[in-house]
């Protein structure tokens, strides 16, 4: 079985994280709740050159893969980001 989730959005927020001397880069998402409130999506990025050229308020679709642990969603990029 093939398939692909994608997560469609505009780009909050570039934030990048240390963690033992390894940067990580994350795309993040505003998704306002069905009661009024707001969470924020992460998305890990793997690709080097489109963590290069992403930027804030661009509206992007990310290939992702998600995984799930203590209940809580990740979400990893699997393929090019595709700018609208």
Not at 65 to 76: A, E
Request: charged residues 25%; hydrophobic residues 40%.
């Amino acid at each position: 079985m093939n398939t692909k989730l994608i997560l469609n959005g505009q780009v909050y927020a570039i934030a990048k994280k240390n963690f033992k001397d390894e940067e990580t880069t994350y795309a993040q998402f505003l998704n306002k709740t069905e009661n009024g409130g707001v969470e924020v999506l992460q998305v890990k990025l793997t690709d080097k050159s489109d963590i290069t050229t992403l930027k804030e308020a661009m509206p992007v679709k990310i290939p992702v893969k998600v995984s799930q642990y203590n209940g809580k969603l990740f979400f990893t990029q699997v393929d090019a980001v595709i700018k609208q």
